[in-house]
């Protein structure tokens, strides 16, 4: 059974830091791209930042610059570093984890998501 286990939300201050870490486990091999997603009380998800095997590493406009994605392959974890956040960040982050499987069957896994608010 697959589960990602994200951790590191909080509520901070504006301009503060947190580090979100996202745990893939059960499954053994073949992840191509592991990213972050955002999504705001009434607004669409969003894609925060990804980083893909072979095509590297993007970011929203909006976060460039303050959020760092990092990955473990050893450890199928991947982590966001969040710097000089902003109210406009406050949101549920999500994990996702994409690739295929042995016999090539393409697979999307999402986390349960984890609440990050910013505010004095």
């Known amino acids: 059974q697959v589960q990602l286990v994200e951790s590191g939300g909080g509520l901070v201050q504006p301009g503060g830091s947190l580090r979100l870490s996202c745990a893939a486990s059960?499954?053994?091999?073949?992840?191509?791209?592991m990213a972050w997603y955002r999504q705001a009380p009434g607004k669409q998800r969003q894609l925060v930042a990804s980083?893909?095997?072979?095509?590297?590493?993007n970011y929203a406009d909006s976060v460039k610059g303050r959020f760092t994605i990092s990955r473990d392959n050893a450890k199928n974890t991947v982590y966001l570093q969040m710097n000089s956040l902003k109210p406009e960040d406050t949101a549920v982050y999500y994990c996702?984890?994409?690739?295929?499987?042995?016999?090539?069957?393409?697979?999307?896994?999402w986390g349960q998501g984890t609440q990050v608010t910013v505010s004095v």
């Open positions: 059960g499954i053994i091999s073949g992840i191509s791209t």
């Open positions: 996702n984890v994409a690739g295929r499987s042995r016999n090539f069957t393409p697979y999307n896994y």
């Open positions: 980083s893909g095997s072979g095509v590297g590493i």
